[in-house]
């Protein structure tokens, strides 16, 4: 089959129908039984819908949605108990990166049960329950080529990690994303450019992972407006193979400041992700953009065409402001000192320690309160 990749264990149908591809699949794995997880509305107005109706003439097919948009614990215990002993050949997971994360999370907890009643432990051994297909039907989460998955319990957001997380199979088919309205291709484009640019400058990065990074990066940048406001198949190809490419490169490296800072916005005020992890790319550019590599600054400055840091920052204020995001903390109702202080407390420090610049709680709470309404340079 055309555009069929093979990266580290896992099969990649890159720009192509996704029908086809998903009939190799079956064919070569000789799958009798599937799990699907899929969105809502999106998923019945989708070309998607039609296939899996059809499929299901010769393939046991059952249906799993309506698990909301962050996957929480709450949900995924529903998810175990109705689906307790289920036998599948496979899982497919069609949809946004809530979605894939979610399908990620049932195929590692159906077949460990004991792994979720203990807590949150180390699950890296663990195997799953029958091979992931991800199938993305947006162009910004990447999920679809990270072993991660995130859950939200209590108001906290947990990042899992394992091998097996990682779906066995990809396939992206640019068609899918007809059904993003303008602020999903917004939000989700800027996720999907943020991860870029974080894996990019970020302390964990490696050759491989800068090279997945400035490949995305030349997709998605000249197409993320076209395809915010004005979607034909050049903008879409360019955004869900850029999209992919981005979730290839912090696979590697993981996410920085930008994504630290991105989990309360979302969980507690109801902030897009993308959006959320947009509002803070200023600050960090003009704070890491002076203590990388000149290769790195390089980089950017090359593909972005700037000559410095604050026209890089100016860069992006543009790009949110004609895409209607809005453009700091202060926009998401963080505009007191106690509801500033407990937007900081809350900071992933995993993803902060991947940050090329060392940047204290403190030193934030000045830079931002002190700016409150509005602290873009």
Known sequence: ?????????????????????????????????????????????????????????RVSVTRYSGFGTNPSHEALV????????????????????????FAKLVAIYLENPQALDAGFPDISGL???APITAVPTTAGSGSEATHFAVMYRDGSKYSLASPQLQPAYVVVDPELTTGMSAAQTATSGMD???????????????????????????????????????????????????????????????????????????????????????MNM??????????????????????FEVSDADALAGGISRLKKNMGLRMDVSEAGLTSRSSLKKYLDSINEE???????????????????????????
């Not at 997709?219 to 360019?238: T, V």
């Not at 902060?352 to 931002?368: C, H, K, Q, W």
């Open 1 to 57: 089959m055309s555009n069929l990749f093979r990266s580290n264990g896992v099969t990649e149908y890159l720009d192509t129908d996704f029908r086809m591809a998903l009939d190799d699949i079956l064919q070569k794995r000789n799958v009798r039984s599937v799990l699907l997880f899929t969105g809502g509305s999106s998923y019945d107005r989708s070309r998607a819908r039609d296939y899996f109706e059809q499929m299901a003439s």
């Open 127 to 129: 195997p799953v329950a």
């Open 192 to 278: 999907a450019l943020c991860q870029a640019m974080e894996s990019l400058w970020a302390r964990n990065a490696t050759a491989r992972s800068m090279e997945y990074a400035r490949h995305a990066i030349t997709l998605i940048l000249p197409h993320l407006e076209q395809f915010c406001h004005h979607p034909d198949s050049k903008s879409r190809r360019a955004m869900a193979l850029g999209a992919f490419f981005a979730g290839k490169a912090i696979n590697i490296s993981k996410t920085t400041g930008p994504h630290a800072m991105s989990y309360y916005l979302t969980d507690h005020l109801g902030v897009p992700h993308g959006e959320a992890v947009a």
């Open 351 to 377: 993803r902060m320690g991947n940050n090329p610049a060392r940047i204290s709680t403190s030193e934030l709470f000045d830079v931002y309160y002190r700016n409150i309404n509005g602290y873009r340079k």
């Open 78 to 101: 529903a998810a175990l108990e109705q689906l307790k002993g289920a036998h599948v050949d496979m899982i497919i997971a069609v949809g946004g990166g809530s979605v894939m994360d």
């Open 282 to 303: 200023e600050f960090f550019i003009r704070k890491n953009l002076p203590v990388v590599s000149k290769n790195v600054r390089r980089d950017f400055f090359t593909l």
